[in-house]
């Protein structure tokens, strides 16, 4: 019988806007037997904050779209980030997922960067749909307002992070506009409109596998 490969990475991170399929890689890995049984933990940032928003009464009448950052402050926030951040720079075999998780481990060494994307519009909308049980419409409005909102408040509050660990480390120009979801941030980038759940599986797995 054939030893089981080890990963060649400390820690790794996954992220992803809605709809790219960044939560079902983490619950993909989770439970694959080359990170199960070899101790890894996997962690959502995004199921940790609906949980927090879910007990402070955050989310719509339904309880079910997603909230924006806007529900809590910043000093919540970045005290979330950076404990990612932590994590990643004290501590070994972490999956994070997060839309953050990326950027948050720049300049981390031993940490493998994935980000996933959709290019199909209409595929994202399906996923979300699927997922939060809502109309095309609702999904469409409720995504392009996160995404807005996020953005711009994280855009504000991890500027000088930026200068320092993407513009300092010669990966985007000073002139380049904030965007934490830009390639070159990452290690791996991945379409999953191109992609299905075990193609996009077993990208990763190449990659992080000792050969």
Known sequence: MSEMPRIKFRNITIS?????GSTTLLNLLREHPIIKFQGWTGFSGGEFMRSYAAEKGLLDEQGQLHHTAEAYGDDFDREVDMGMRTKLQNQEKWI??????GFMAQMIPGVFKILLKCSNTAVKVDRIVNRDSVSPDQAIANMSRRYKINQAKWRRM??????EWVVGAGKRKATDQ?????PDLYDLVIDTYSTNQKETLNLVLDAIEET
């Not at 992803?16 to 790219?20: A, E, I, K, T, Y």
């Not at 994070?96 to 998780?101: A, D, F, K, Q, V």
Request: zero cysteines; charged letters at 25%.
């Open 16 to 20: 992803g806007l809605p709809g790219s």
């Open 96 to 101: 994070i997922e997060s839309w953050l998780s």
């Open 158 to 163: 991890y500027k000088k992070e930026w200068s």
């Open 178 to 182: 904030i965007d934490f979801w830009h």
